[in-house]
């Protein structure tokens, strides 16, 4: 489906004096890398994120799946908010690290959950297992179709089996993924807790991504009057109201706002 609201949200953008710019990382600002623990700082990217974040017409909050420390690296942009690990870890503007959930109440279930998984996977190379701490996530991007599935399912099991407390976690899915983390990894509870603590006022609410993990941010920022913009290269079921082909393209729309 493509989104039938793109002339509309496009005008809204162009009418805006202020943007509230919501950033998901990889697949939207930065192609995917081939392992999530492989870091690699982009000049071009750091300047543009720079160019707006020293514009008072923009405010910039950078959302994704990834570890803070990670995005810390990518993104040393003083200024500038990261809600990493979908928004469990925050690091506002002014450096002040703000956990949204206790630690020690999350980690014990996963050091349980790790080792089966990493003996799952074990005997298949392909297979990449990701702890950011906060949450386990295992990639199979490289794995064919049917051994995913297979393996994945296996894993869904042995996360039954624990029998977790389902008021503190949440399963995610995707293609050739699964991912254990608190409930409150949720991008769209993230942006209305960020909204909450930091009302957009006057500017205009933004969220650009391309996965359904930001699907749940498109809805929040539609509810708050905002533009909701997928990354995607073909047509695609979404909640967005435009589309943007690639990450290359995104770095390019946020330069013409400039």
């Known amino acids: 489906m493509i989104p039938d609201g793109s002339d509309s949200a496009q005008k809204l953008i162009q009418h805006a004096a202020k943007l509230h710019l919501f950033l998901d990382y990889d697949g939207t600002l930065a192609e995917f890398a081939n392992t999530p623990d492989e870091i690699y700082p982009d000049p071009e990217l750091i300047q543009l994120l720079e160019r707006l974040n020293n514009d008072s017409r923009f405010k910039v909050a950078i959302i994704s799946g990834r570890r803070l420390s990670h995005i810390r690296t990518l993104i040393p942009v003083p200024g500038i908010l990261l809600a990493c690990t979908y928004g469990i870890e925050i690091l506002e503007p002014s450096g002040k690290q703000i956990d949204r959930m206790d630690f020690e109440t999350i980690r014990p ?67 050739k993924f699964l991912e254990i983390a608190p409930r409150l990894a949720n991008k769209g509870i993230t942006v209305q807790y960020l909204i909450s603590r ?61």
């Open 198 to 258: 930091s009302p957009t006022g006057e500017a205009l609410p933004c969220y650009i991504g391309d996965d359904d993990k930001d699907e749940e941010a498109f809805e929040v920022i539609i509810q708050n009057s905002g533009v909701a913009i997928k990354v995607c290269s073909q047509p695609c079921d979404t909640k967005a109201q435009m589309c943007i082909e690639s990450p290359q393209a995104v770095r390019q729309f946020l330069t013409s706002l400039l």
């Open 109 to 175: 279930v996963l050091e349980a959950i790790k080792p089966q998984w990493l003996e799952l996977i074990s005997t298949h190379h392909d297979f990449y297992l990701e702890d950011k701490g906060w949450s386990l996530a295992i990639h199979a991007k490289f794995v064919d179709q049917s051994t995913a599935d297979k393996t994945i399912s296996q894993a869904r099991r042995i996360i039954d089996q624990a029998d977790l407390p389902t008021d503190n976690f949440r399963i995610l899915g995707g293609h």
